[in-house]
């Protein structure tokens, strides 16, 4: 049994792969991952500490 996220992975023309490279890409303003960074591209900081930079926009290095 396949779950919803899963399948759609697969039927998208990346590999998970890619998209963990991806998310692992760091930003220039804050230097955490782009999956800290929320759909807005506002970074929401690791863990339980919320990002000081400001940052409000993910920029790839
Ligand atoms: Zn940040
Ligand atoms: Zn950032």
């Known amino acids: 049994m ?4 899963d399948a759609q992975i ?3 023309n990346i590999s998970k792969k890619e998209l963990i490279s991806y ?3 760091k930003c220039k303003t804050c230097g955490h991952h ?3 960074h ?3 591209g506002k970074c929401e ?3 339980n ?3 000081m ?3 409000d926009s993910f920029e790839s290095e």
Do not use: D, L, Q, Y
């Open 45 to 47: 900081g690791v863990m």
């Open 10 to 12: 697969s039927n998208a």
């Open 49 to 51: 500490k919320p990002c």
């Open 23 to 25: 998310f692992r890409e």
């Open 38 to 40: 929320n759909e807005f």
């Open 2 to 5: 396949v779950s919803t996220i």
């Open 34 to 36: 782009r999956i800290m």
């Open 53 to 55: 930079s400001g940052c």
